[in-house]
């Protein structure tokens, strides 16, 4: 018996030490954000870093390249045949990571999963009034106006398997909102360069290399392990002391110190974030506030007051530290259709604010809950303690509610909210993707699914949709610019600044910068 | 009244407080930031939770005494431009409430149901010192957490004074054990002492014996394990701050400080979050080594 357990240890050391060499030679990378990816479900929440985790793992049709260009994905080819119909030849030979292939079938049920129940993902496939299958590996989708920019919008909407959805009761996008939760959000099935391997949700998340990729990974990473650390301080002292390779953001009181470190770098750059307030302009009595019978958000005199109460400058040098631009308007320069004449922000005056409000019918202010998200942008609680304390100086007393992600999102999200934060990005770099989800009246097919305080210009609905089939850029800027205009004196919501990207890592990894915040692990390279 | 000063200082446990320069400089501290906590109105230069009095432009301004600060915030300021002197002063206030609620709320349950376990015996003794024992076997933080967690659910919409409420809540519920044992353990020698069989004997009911002959009797010890447990109790109710689920950030108690203070730290603004943490040692220890003294005074044996 003795030499049967000898011989049988042995075994074991020798099976344990292979597998030591061969974990020396896979690269692991440890990625580390302030928050985690609130669920693995493509469909779920269109937030930043929920998609830029999930999108290692499923693909859309139409993807961007390292020089953040369009490029085929899962789609090689698409052409318009007609004004309202575009033929997108699919990939051959493409797999899932549970073996089976991806057919056009996939493609049409993931169109009815996204612009379904739940779906979070609506304004990505609005614009689809129909899909017809030519054959398993070509689809002509059908728009219900002529659509030109149908290819960026598509690079928001991942496919997922008909078949594993089905196997595994997750035919419906997870819906925090509602607290419906299904396997999509812990197990998945993509056709990306990474698989995932566990989930432990707000805890850490590993993802191995897909070997059957059907495309090029031009990174050399095996293994990424991501993390959320919260709490700022400590996340940085992981960074410093090696413990992670890549994390995103870097506080801001801690820029310089990355900076000087030998064995760290830093890359910054401009994102295509705007942060900015908004308030429920729809209610005829607001839901968190003193004021009973009425809706003060529903003058423009009190949402003028509120934006000109706001000292910008100030929150940009003290709290962001300089790493954010103020601006006007909803979406940034780098952003097709911005008005180069309309950046001009509302002036910061207390006094004026104060004279707006008395005007209004409200002299000695009122009392309102604000809403805000304490891990999800740089310094957001930070922000929203500055606007608070900004709004008391003019009588306006602001109960602030900051919390984590996790329930800011599903509350704001079902519009339990007065007064709110939030943060955009316009995805497919075009103005549309701004006016139709923010901007728009709350509707199908996605149509102001974001516009949470529920603003409303009828001139502005009727803009945005001539916006989207216009393919003429001069006149398309034009009624751009009109739209900005009605926005900017109406007030409908209050941008702050855009946000500038900080991510830090080690010396010697290399990686793309994508200015909308997302990370692709194939890409990334450590030497 | 000082009168009774004269007499307090006569007596006893005055002689030995005379005695002690640590219980003198303990006790000087403590009375030091009671009076702070208590007058926070007319001793803090400025109000920190007026909104409207803070200056963003003022923010992460250091002590006076190093370049760059100024006179008018001798400490320096947080992130948010509040004076960290008036926001010591209102915190410790915050945290010597909830501490000494919290206290108050475990020496009057703990006291209660020893009491009664001592006295009665019996499966009542058995039940609640097993009760005790599970409560022991979890750390107190855990509990706190657990009891934090739980009253956050069940009422989601909380305004910031329960958030208090839960807080002191929380901490007297993991605080009340140390109190049930050691009271029980006094109550089963007394009850068997003569005093007891005799008011028994004269038909005295069990509850008037219980309070009026037993409990002042079983207090001694109670006094000594309140004035320690007060600073475990700030303790913990800072902990819990500081891990986010104790007092809210616009009515920051020393924990908040500390925890909104740790996320400058490795920028060099050591300020925000070492005044906070040294101002809890301060109370933490002088409240500790009053009732090291008090113990001490108190134990029959040491004299």
């Known amino acids: 018996m003795r030499t049967f357990k000898f011989s049988r240890s042995l075994t ?26 609130l ?49 997108f030849e699919l990939r051959k030979g493409v797999k899932f990571h549970d073996g089976k292939d991806f057919t056009a079938d996939d493609v049409i049920f993931s169109y009815e999963r996204a612009a379904g129940d739940g779906s979070d993902m609506k304004s990505y496939v609005g614009q689809i009034k129909e899909i017809k299958k030519i054959n398993d590996h070509t689809l002509d989708f059908v728009t219900k106006a002529p659509f030109p920019i149908l290819p960026e919008l598509f690079t928001g909407w991942m496919m997922m398997s008909k078949k594993w959805c089905e196997e595994n009761q997750a035919t419906k996008p997870v819906d925090r909102r509602k607290g419906i939760e299904n396997a999509a959000s812990f197990k998945a099935n993509g056709t990306g360069p990474y698989r995932l391997r566990e989930r432990q949700p707000s805890v850490r998340t590993t993802f191995s290399k897909n070997g059957t990729y059907w495309g090029k990974t031009e990174g050399n990473v095996d293994e990424v392990i991501f993390t959320p650390i919260g709490n700022d301080s400590t996340r940085i002292a992981a960074l410093l002391s090696g413990e992670i390779d ?18 760290l770098k830093l890359m910054q750059g401009p994102e295509l974030r ?48 300089g790493a954010a631009v103020p601006i006007a308007q909803m979406f940034p320069s780098q952003v097709r259709g911005f008005a180069p004449d309309l950046t001009q922000r509302l002036p910061y005056d207390a006094e004026a604010a104060k004279k707006l409000l008395t005007e209004a019918g409200y002299p000695n202010g009122f009392e309102v809950k604000m809403n805000c998200p304490n891990d999800r942008y740089v310094n957001d609680a930070e922000i929203c303690q500055a606007v608070a304390a900004n709004l008391a100086k003019v009588g306006v007393k602001i109960n602030l509610e900051a919390e984590t992600k996790g329930t800011y999102f599903p509350k704001i999200l079902r ?113 | 009244m000082t009168n009774a ?18 219980a003198m400089v303990a006790a000087f501290i403590a009375f030091v930031c009671l009076f702070c906590s208590v007058f926070a109105g007319w001793v803090s230069p400025t109000n920190p939770f007026d909104l409207a009095t803070l200056e963003l432009s003022d923010a992460r301004l250091p002590p006076a005494w190093m370049e760059g600060g100024t006179s008018k915030f001798l400490l320096g300021t947080d992130d948010q431009g509040r004076d960290i002197l008036s926001a010591l002063i209102y915190g410790s206030r915050i945290s010597l409430i909830v501490g000494l609620a919290s206290v108050l709320l475990s020496v009057v349950v703990g006291v209660g149901l020893g009491l009664l376990a001592g006295f009665r015996g019996g499966w009542i003794d058995a039940l609640l010192m097993r009760l005790c024992d599970v409560m022991l076997s979890f750390p107190a933080i855990l509990v706190a957490l657990l009891i934090a967690g739980v009253g956050r659910a069940l009422f989601p919409n909380a305004h910031e004074s329960l958030a208090f409420g839960v807080l002191i809540l929380s901490i007297s519920l993991t605080g009340w054990v140390q109190y049930a044992r050691t009271v029980r353990g006094t109550t089963l020698v007394e009850r068997n002492k003569e005093y007891v069989q005799a008011a028994r004997v004269t038909g005295v009911a069990p509850l008037r014996i219980m309070v009026r002959h037993v409990l002042p009797n079983v207090m001694g010890p109670v006094m000594v394990l309140a004035t320690i447990q007060v600073a475990t109790a700030i303790i913990t109710e800072a902990t819990l701050s500081f891990l986010g689920v104790g007092a809210p950030p616009t009515s920051p108690s020393l924990g908040t400080l500390i925890r909104v203070g740790n996320d400058y730290l490795f920028s060099g603004e050591w300020w925000i979050t070492i005044f906070p943490g040294l101002m809890l040692v301060l109370i933490a220890l002088s409240v500790n080594l009053l009732g090291d003294w008090l113990r001490d005074a108190l134990n029959p044996r040491l004299r």
């Open chain 1, 246 to 263: 890549v994390m995103d953001p870097i506080p801001v009181q801690d820029v310089e110190r990355v900076k000087s470190n030998a064995n």
């Open chain 1, 415 to 527: 519009r339990d909210t007065s007064f709110y934060m939030l943060g955009w990005t316009a995805s497919t770099v075009d103005a549309h993707n701004v006016l139709y989800p923010i901007l728009s009246t709350p509707g199908d097919g996605g149509r102001g699914q974001f516009n949470l305080g529920a603003y409303s210009n009828a001139k502005v609905d009727e803009l945005t949709a001539a916006v989207g089939s216009e393919t003429d850029d001069k006149k398309r800027n034009a009624m751009i610019r009109d739209i900005v205009k009605i926005h900017q004196d109406e007030v409908g919501h209050i941008p702050l600044h855009q946000q500038a990207l900080l991510w830090g890592m080690k010396k010697n990894i290399d990686l793309v910068q994508w200015p909308d915040n997302i990370m692709a692990w194939k890409y990334i390279s450590v030497k």
């Open chain 1, 274 to 321: 705007v942060i900015f307030l908004g308030m429920d302009q729809k209610r005829d009595e607001l839901l968190f506030s003193n004021v009973k019978g009425k809706n003060p958000f529903k003058d423009v005199r009190v949402r003028k007051a509120f934006y000109q109460a706001i000292d910008i400058e100030t929150i940009k040098s003290r709290v962001m530290r």
């Open chain 1, 39 to 87: 669920s693995m479900d493509p469909h779920s929440l269109n937030e930043t870093l929920q998609i830029s985790v999930v999108s290692n793992v499923y693909e859309a049709l139409v993807t961007r390249g390292k020089d953040y260009k369009l490029a085929p994905s899962l789609a090689t080819s698409w052409k318009q045949t007609s004004p309202t119909v575009w033929r």
């Open chain 2, 5 to 22: 000063l004269k007499r307090w200082l006569n007596s006893d446990v005055g002689y030995s407080f005379r005695q002690s320069p640590t």
């Open chain 1, 12 to 37: 074991a050391l020798a099976v344990m030490s292979a597998l030591a060499l061969g974990s020396a030679q896979a690269v692991t990378l440890k990625v580390a954000n302030q928050g985690d990816a």
